[in-house]
T-cell receptor
Framework: DAKTTQPPSMDCAEGRAANLPCNHS???????VYWYRQIHSQGPQYIIH???NNETNEMASLIITEDRKSSTLILPHATLRDTAVYYC?????????????FGTGTRLTIIP | EAGVTQSPTHLIKTRGQQATLRCSPI?????VYWYQQALGLGLQFLLW???????NRGNFPPRFSGRQFPNYSSELNVNALELEDSALYLC????????????????FGPGTRLTVT
C-alpha cells in the first residue's frame, strides 16, 4: 500500500511555479522520497528523490520538512508539457525493497 | 543514450491465448522490472529480474511469468489471457544495488498496451 497522501488534482498557470505537496507522516529513517510523473498513457518519468536534505536538479526542486513527514515538489516555471499525473513515493532503498509502490498521485493541469 | 524500449507498442489477443511482451533496458542496467497499469488503477509491481534471475514478484498469479536474457533484455509472458489482463504493461530498468546496498532509480519504457477481447 502507498504510504503517501497527495491532493487528487491541482491547476497552475503557465510560467508560474507549481508546488505539489505530499504527506508521508509514517516515513521511517531509511526511506527516501521519490517523485515520478506520468504523461497520459506514457511510461512514468523519474524526476527527483531525496532523504532529508533539499534537492535540486534540472527538472525540479524537492523540499523535505525537517521532521520528514511531508515534502513539496517544485516545478519552477511550469509549461504546458508539465501537465501530467505526479506520484510521490516513499521507498526504502535497501536490498529487497526494489519495487516502486505507486499511489493515486496528483493530476497537475497547466493552464495557458 | 537510448532509453528503455518495449515491443510491441500494441497487442491484441483473445481470451485464453498467450501474450509475449519484450523489453530492452538502458545500456549498463542489469535490473529489469515489470509493472501492470490497468485502466483506472495505479501501477502494480509484477516482477523483478537481475542477472537472469527472478528476484521478486508481486501479487499476481503464476500465469504471469518472464525471463531475462544474457544481454539483460527481458520478456514477460502472460498465459491463459483473461479480459482483466487488458492493461498497459510497463518495463523499467536500473543499475543493481551499489556496494552500500542502496537502490538506484528506475527508468521506464513507453509501455505495451495489451487488449484482450
Amino acid at each position: 500500500d502507498a504510504k503517501t497522501t497527495q491532493p487528487p488534482s491541482m491547476d497552475c498557470a503557465e510560467g508560474r511555479a507549481a508546488n505539489l505537496p505530499c504527506n508521508h507522516s509514517t516515513i521511517s529513517g531509511n526511506e527516501y522520497v521519490y517523485w515520478y510523473r506520468q504523461i497520459h498513457s506514457q511510461g512514468p518519468q523519474y524526476i527527483i528523490h531525496g532523504l532529508k536534505n533539499n534537492e535540486t536538479n534540472e527538472m525540479a526542486s524537492l523540499i523535505i520538512t525537517e521532521d520528514r513527514k511531508s515534502s513539496t515538489l517544485i516545478l519552477p516555471h511550469a509549461t504546458l508539457r508539465d501537465t501530467a499525473v505526479y506520484y510521490c513515493i516513499v521507498r526504502e532503498t535497501n536490498f529487497g525493497n526494489e519495487k516502486l509502490t505507486f499511489g493515486t498521485g496528483t493530476r497537475l493541469t497547466i493552464i495557458p | 543514450e537510448a532509453g528503455v524500449t518495449q515491443s510491441p507498442t500494441h497487442l491484441i489477443k483473445t481470451r485464453g491465448q498467450q501474450a509475449t511482451l519484450r523489453c530492452s533496458p538502458i545500456s549498463g542496467h542489469t535490473s529489469v522490472y515489470w509493472y501492470q497499469q490497468a485502466l483506472g488503477l495505479g501501477l502494480q509491481f509484477l516482477l523483478w529480474y537481475d542477472e537472469g534471475e527472478e528476484r521478486n514478484r508481486g501479487n499476481f498469479p503464476p500465469r504471469f511469468s518472464g525471463r531475462q536474457f544474457p544481454n539483460y533484455s527481458s520478456e514477460l509472458n502472460v498465459n491463459a489471457l483473461e479480459l482483466e489482463d487488458s492493461a498497459l504493461y510497463l518495463c523499467a530498468s536500473s543499475l543493481f544495488f551499489g556496494a552500500d546496498g542502496r537502490a538506484y532509480e528506475q527508468y521506464f519504457g513507453p509501455g505495451t498496451r495489451l487488449t484482450v477481447t
